[in-house]
C-alpha cells in the first residue's frame, strides 16, 4: 500500500518541469524523498525510488552510489519490471571500487541461467559493463553455456559480452574461444556481425594472435553481402595485414571487388580506408581507391567531402601524386564553411610543399590567414612555421623571403603563434650567418612600429627582434633610430623580462657606436663636430629614455638600467673632453673595448643534450641535501634587507661564494652527526619530528665521485656539422642557399618518448590477453588439423574452384620470414623452417598454409 | 566500440546520456556540456563529423545529427566506419518513430526508461548489436508485454484480494 503515494519517474518528471522553486531545491527535495523510500521493505516502492535516483544520477548528475545496495536488493526481485530497474541502476552506477560488488556473483549467475531470455539479457548487458576480473572468471563458464544458447537474441548478446570477459579475465579465452571462432560459421547475419565486432577490436589490441583465423575471415569476405559485417572485415584486414604484408596481396582482389560493386557509400569508404593505409604497396588497388577519393571529393555532401579529404591525407605520406592530381579540390577547400575540411585541406596542401612552391603556397595561405577566423588564421600559421622549420629549415632557399615572412606573420592581426615566432627569429639569426642583416631589418621595422607594442600575443617577437637588434648591431643602418625605437615611451606595456632585454640590445648598441667613435678618434686625430654631436645625442637619448627605468620594481629592469646608466655617466667624461684621447690610459676606452670585446663573441646554437655530455667536476656535488645550509648560512643570510641597491648587491654576491664554500664542507662532513644542537628553527623541528622526515641521501655511500649518469665528456666543438653549400645553383638570379649551422641533436624529441612510454604501459595489459588467445588458436588448430589432415587436399581442391587464390598444400613455397611455434606438429607438409629471432616476448604465430 | 551516446536539447539539457565506460556523475556532465559547447557552434550545411580527443581521449571521434530542436550524438573510437555510425543514427530514430508514431523531444523526455529499452537493444557494451529496426522493435515490444505483466500484479493490493477472499 506504500507506494500509492509516492511519486513515480513520471510523476517526478512531470514536477521537475513544472516546478516554480529553483531546479537545485527541486532536486534536493526529490532526493531526500529518494533516501527515505529506497530504505523501505517493500520492492515496489524500493524500486521506483531507484528509478527516480537513476534518472536524476543519469540527467542531472546526482551522485548515486551510496544507493548501491539498495540496487542489489531490487535486482533480487522475481519480477522483471524491478529487475530491469535494478539492473539499470548498477549498469550505471557500479565500478571497479564498489564495495558490494562481490555480492553481485550469485545474483548474475542465477539470471544467467535463467529461462527468460530477457533476463538472461539483462544480466549479459549488466556484465558486459561493469564486468570485473573476479566476475568474469566466476561467470565464464555460464557465459561459455550462453555462446551456444538455441536463441540467436541469446547468443548475439553473449558474443557481446565475450568482449570485456576476455579483456579483463584472459585465461577465459581457453573456455569460450572455440565456440567463439565457431559462430564465424554461423549464417544469421547479426549473429556475425557480432562476432566479427568482436574480433575487430581484438585484432586493434593484437593482430598478430587473430592472424590464424585469416582464411575464415577471408571467406566471409569473400562471401557477405552485409555492409556491417563487410566493414568490419576490412578493419580486422587492415591491422592484420599491417603485420603480415602478403595478406595484402590476396585480399586486395575481393577489396577491389567490393569497391566497384557496392552502392554503399560507407562501404566504399573503408575499403578506399584500408587500401590506402594497408594496401599502399598494390597500385592497381591504390588507383581504383584514389578515383573513388575523387569522386567523393566532387559530391556536394560535405560529409563525403569530408571523407574525401581525410582519405586523401591518409594516403599522402605515400601517394603524394594523388595529393597533386587533385590539386584544385583541395585549395578550394581552403575557403570551405566546414572548419573540419578546411583543416583537412590546410594539412593536405602543407603535404604538397617543396623546394619550389613554397613561396607560392605560403603567398596563398597568408592570403587566407588574412581573411580566416582567429582559429583557422593560427592553424595556418603555425603549420607553416612547423613545416618551414622540420629539420633546421630544409626547405627555404631565400631565407631573407622567410625572414620577411616571419614579419608579415607577425602583422597578422588575429596572430597568437608569438612564441614560435620568437623561437625561429632567434634560431635562424643563429644558424644562419647570412640572413643576419636582413633579419635586423625585419626586425628594426617590427621594433619601430608603436601599435605592435599593444598586442600582447606579439611581446615574444618584440623581444627576439630586439635581442636580434642588439646582437647583429653591426648590420644596422640606423643605429640611433633603433635606439630610439628601443626606448619609446610606449615600451612600458612590455612585460618586465621583455623590457630587460630592450634596455640590454640598447647597451649592446651603446657599447658598438661607442667602440666605433673611439676607434674612429684613435685612428684619424681630429674629429668632425658631427661625429660628435651625434655620438653625443645617442647617449644623451639612451640617458633620457633609461633613467627613469632605475627606478622600476623589478629587480632586472633596476639592474640592467643601473648599469648602463653607470657606464654612460664613465663614458661621457671621456666624450666631452673630445681631445687627445691617443693615450689608451683614458678609462672609458679600455672599458669599452673590453665589452666589445665581449659582445662580439659569437652565440651560438646549442645541441639538447649538451648538457649531459660535460663532465661533472670533481668536488662538485649535485646530488646533496642541502637542508642543513639553512644552520651554517643563517646568519649570513639575514642583513639582507638595506634598501640600497649596491649594498645588497655585494652581499649577495658575497653569501653566493660562502655558499659554495659551505657546501663543500657539509659535503665533507656529512658523515659526522647530523643531529647538531642548533638554535636553526628547521633543525629544532627536525628533532621533534623526526620521524616523519625522510631519510636524507647524504650517507649514501654510493653518491661519491661522478655519479653514473654523466657520461664522460665531449668535445663540443667537433659536433658542429657544416652543412654544404647546396650545389644546385637553378639559375644566375637564385641565390645559392646560404649555410646552415646544424648540431647533432640526437632524439629531438620531448614529444615522443612520453608517447613512448604510455605505449609500454598498455602493450602489457594486452600481452596476456594475446597470448591466451596464441595458445587457444593453437589448441584449436591441433584439433582440428589432425581429423582434417587427410581430407585437406580435397578440400583445398573444392576451395580452389571458388576462390583463385588458394593453392594446393603441397607446392613448394618460399618464405621470406617464417614464425615457428613451440609444440609443432611435424606432419609432411610443414618443411624446414629458419628460425627466426623475435624481438618480441609473446609466442609466435604460424601462418596457415591455405592462403599462400 | 562505441564510447558513449547523448541526446540533448538544443539548449544543451541532456534529454538521454549513456557512457560505456564508467565515469563519476559529474565528469559526465562536463563532457555533456563539452559537448553541447562544441556543436552549438557548428554552422548548419557542414559535415556531420567531429574529432574530440580534448574532450574523451586520443582517438575519439563524434557524429552528430540535428533533427528539430534535439541533436543526437555518438562517439566512438577508430573501429567503427563513420558513415556506419551515421546509419546508426538514423537507424535509431527510425525505430523511436515507430516506437512513438512521429516522434518529439516531449516523447523521449516522458519516456525515459523506453528510450533506454530501445537503445540498449541497438548498443550492447559499446558493441553495435541489431541494425534492423524491426527486430529491435520486436525485442522491445516484448520487454514491454513482460514489464507490463509484472507491473500489473502491484496494482491490486494483498490486503483487499484477502479481504474478497476471505469474507
Not at chain 1, 624529441?749 to 594475446?770: C, F, H, P, Y
Request: aromatic share 6%.
Amino acid at each position: 500500500m506504500d507506494n500509492l503515494f509516492q511519486r513515480s519517474l513520471e510523476d517526478l518528471i512531470k514536477g521537475f518541469r513544472l516546478q516554480l522553486l529553483g531546479e537545485s531545491s527541486f532536486i534536493s527535495r526529490a532526493l531526500e524523498e529518494i533516501r527515505r523510500e529506497v530504505k523501505a521493505t517493500d520492492l515496489s516502492t524500493k524500486s521506483t525510488a531507484l528509478h527516480k535516483l537513476s534518472y536524476l544520477a543519469a540527467i542531472h548528475g546526482v551522485d548515486m552510489s551510496w544507493a548501491a545496495f539498495h540496487a542489489l536488493e531490487v535486482v533480487s526481485s522475481s519480477r522483471f519490471h524491478h529487475k530491469r530497474i535494478g539492473y539499470q541502476a548498477i549498469t550505471q552506477s557500479f565500478h571497479d571500487q564498489t564495495s558490494v560488488l562481490l555480492l553481485i556473483t550469485n545474483q548474475l549467475r542465477k539470471d544467467l541461467n535463467s529461462v527468460n531470455e530477457y533476463e538472461v539479457s539483462l544480466a549479459l548487458e549488466c556484465l558486459s559493463r561493469i564486468g570485473t576480473r573476479d566476475l568474469a572468471r566466476d561467470l565464464s563458464p555460464e557465459v561459455f553455456t550462453l555462446l551456444g544458447s538455441s536463441k540467436s537474441f541469446v547468443r548475439k548478446k553473449a558474443t557481446g559480452v565475450v568482449l570485456r570477459v576476455f579483456d579483463k579475465y584472459p585465461d577465459a579465452v581457453k573456455v569460450c574461444f572455440k565456440r567463439l571462432v565457431e559462430n564465424l560459421e554461423t549464417s544469421d547475419p547479426q549473429i556475425l556481425s557480432a562476432v566479427v565486432g568482436v574480433f575487430c577490436e581484438l585484432a586493434s589490441k593484437d593482430p598478430t594472435s587473430c592472424l590464424p583465423l585469416a582464411p575464415e575471415f577471408f571467406k566471409i569476405l569473400v562471401d557477405s553481402r552485409n555492409n556491417w559485417v563487410l566493414i568490419k572485415l576490412l578493419k580486422i584486414f587492415s591491422k592484420l595485414a599491417s603485420v603480415e604484408p602478403r595478406l595484402g596481396r590476396k585480399v586486395a582482389e575481393p577489396i577491389c571487388e567490393h569497391m566497384k560493386r557496392t552502392v554503399a557509400k560507407s562501404l566504399v569508404f573503408e575499403c578506399v580506408r584500408t587500401v590506402v593505409s594497408s594496401l599502399s604497396d598494390h597500385e592497381a588497388a591504390v588507383e581504383l581507391a584514389v578515383a573513388k577519393i575523387r569522386e567523393f571529393l566532387v559530391e556536394d555532401d560535405p560529409n563525403l567531402k569530408y571523407l574525401g579529404l581525410h582519405a586523401l591525407s591518409i594516403a599522402a605520406p605515400k601517394h603524394l601524386w594523388a595529393v597533386l592530381e587533385n590539386k584544385e579540390a583541395v585549395v578550394k577547400a581552403l575557403s570551405d564553411e566546414d572548419p573540419n575540411v578546411k583543416l583537412e585541406a590546410l594539412h593536405l596542401l602543407m603535404a604538397m610543399v617543396t623546394e619550389d612552391n613554397v613561396s607560392e603556397i605560403s603567398r596563398i595561405l597568408m592570403n587566407y590567414a588574412l581573411k580566416s577566423d582567429p582559429l583557422f588564421c593560427n592553424e595556418i600559421i603555425i603549420s607553416v612555421l612547423s613545416v618551414c622549420s622540420r629539420n633546421a629549415y630544409e626547405i627555404i632557399v631565400d631565407f631573407d623571403w622567410y625572414v620577411s615572412l616571419l614579419g608579415e606573420m607577425a602583422r597578422i592581426p588575429h596572430c597568437q603563434r608569438g612564441e614560435e615566432i620568437e623561437h625561429q627569429l632567434i634560431d635562424i639569426g643563429m644558424r644562419v650567418r647570412d640572413a643576419r642583416p636582413q633579419l635586423v631589418r625585419v626586425s628594426w621595422a617590427l621594433l619601430i612600429d608603436p601599435a605592435l607594442l599593444g598586442n600582447m600575443f606579439l611581446h615574444p617577437i618584440l623581444s627576439a627582434a630586439s635581442w636580434v637588434s642588439g646582437e647583429y648591431v653591426e648590420f644596422s643602418k640606423n643605429p640611433y633610430e633603433l635606439v630610439e625605437a628601443l626606448v619609446q615611451p610606449r615600451t612600458d606595456l612590455l612585460p618586465p623580462y621583455i623590457r630587460a632585454i630592450y634596455i640590454h640590445s640598447v647597451f649592446k648598441v651603446l657599447v658598438f657606436c661607442l667602440g666605433s667613435y673611439f676607434s674612429a678618434q684613435e685612428s684619424s686625430s681630429g674629429s668632425s663636430s658631427t661625429v660628435y654631436e651625434s655620438i653625443l645625442n645617442l647617449v644623451n637619448v639612451i640617458e633620457i629614455g633609461v633613467w627613469p627605468l632605475s627606478g622600476a620594481y623589478d629587480v632586472e629592469v633596476q639592474e640592467r638600467a643601473k648599469n648602463v646608466l653607470g657606464f654612460i655617466g664613465m663614458a661621457k667624461q671621456d666624450i666631452a673632453k673630445n681631445v687627445n684621447l691617443q693615450d689608451n690610459d683614458a678609462e672609458a676606452c679600455r672599458v669599452t673595448a673590453f665589452m666589445e670585446d665581449m659582445f662580439s663573441e659569437e652565440l651560438g646554437p646549442i645541441s639538447a643534450n649538451a648538457q649531459e655530455k660535460v663532465c661533472v667536476p670533481d668536488g662538485l656535488e649535485l646530488e646533496e641535501n642541502l637542508g642543513d645550509l639553512e644552520e651554517i648560512c643563517g646568519k649570513f643570510l639575514k642583513p639582507v634587507e638595506s634598501d640600497s641597491v649596491s649594498c645588497t648587491d655585494k652581499i649577495s654576491f658575497s653569501v653566493s661564494k660562502l655558499r659554495i664554500r659551505d657546501q663543500q664542507e657539509a659535503s665533507s662532513s656529512s658523515t659526522s652527526l647530523p643531529a647538531k644542537a642548533s638554535s636553526s628553527l628547521l633543525a629544532e623541528h627536525r628533532k621533534r619530528h623526526g620521524m616523519y622526515y625522510l631519510t636524507s641521501e647524504k650517507n649514501d655511500p654510493d653518491s661519491n665521485g661522478t655519479p653514473k649518469d654523466y657520461p664522460p665528456a665531449n668535445d663540443l666543438a667537433s659536433e658542429i656539422l657544416l652543412d654544404p653549400l647546396d650545389p644546385k645553383r637553378k639559375a644566375k638570379h637564385r641565390k645559392s642557399r646560404p649555410v646552415v649551422v646544424k648540431l647533432d641533436e640526437g632524439g629531438e624529441s620531448r614529444i615522443t618518448t612520453s608517447q613512448a612510454k604510455t605505449k609500454q604501459e598498455s602493450v602489457t595489459d594486452d600481452e596476456s590477453l594475446s597470448r591466451a588467445i596464441q595458445s587457444a588458436l593453437l589448441v584449436n588448430k591441433k584439433g582440428k588439423e589432425r581429423e582434417k589432415c587427410e581430407g585437406n587436399s580435397n578440400l583445398v581442391v573444392q576451395e580452389e574452384e571458388t576462390s583463385r587464390i588458394e593453392k594446393p598444400q603441397n607446392s613448394e613455397k618460399k618464405k621470406k620470414k617464417k614464425k615457428k611455434k613451440n609444440g609443432e606438429r611435424t606432419s609432411g607438409k610443414h618443411r624446414s623452417r629458419r628460425r627466426s629471432e623475435v624481438a618480441s616476448s609473446s609466442e609466435q604465430v604460424e601462418i596457415p598454409d591455405l592462403l599462400l | 566500440m562505441i564510447k558513449a551516446v547523448m541526446m540533448m536539447n538544443t539548449q544543451g539539457k541532456p534529454r538521454l546520456a549513456k557512457f560505456y565506460d564508467f565515469l563519476p556523475v559529474e565528469k559526465q556532465q562536463e563532457l555533456i556540456r563539452g559537448v553541447f559547447s562544441v556543436l552549438s557552434s557548428r554552422p548548419e550545411n557542414v559535415s556531420n563529423f567531429l574529432e574530440i580527443d580534448s574532450l574523451f581521449g586520443p582517438d575519439s571521434r563524434l557524429v552528430y545529427k540535428h533533427y528539430a530542436t534535439l541533436y543526437f550524438v555518438l562517439v566512438f573510437d577508430g573501429s567503427e566506419n563513420e558513415l556506419a555510425m551515421l546509419d546508426l543514427i538514423q537507424v535509431l530514430v527510425e525505430t523511436l518513430d515507430k516506437c512513438f508514431s512521429n516522434v518529439c523531444e516531449l516523447d523521449i523526455v516522458f519516456n525515459y526508461s523506453k528510450m533506454h529499452t530501445v537503445l540498449d537493444e541497438i548498443v550492447f557494451g559499446g558493441q553495435v548489436l541489431e541494425t534492423r529496426s524491426d527486430e529491435i522493435m520486436k525485442a522491445v515490444e516484448e520487454i514491454s508485454k513482460l514489464e507490463a505483466a509484472s507491473n500489473s500484479i502491484s496494482l491490486v493490493p494483498k490486503s483487499v484480494s484477502g479481504w474478497r477472499g476471505g469474507r
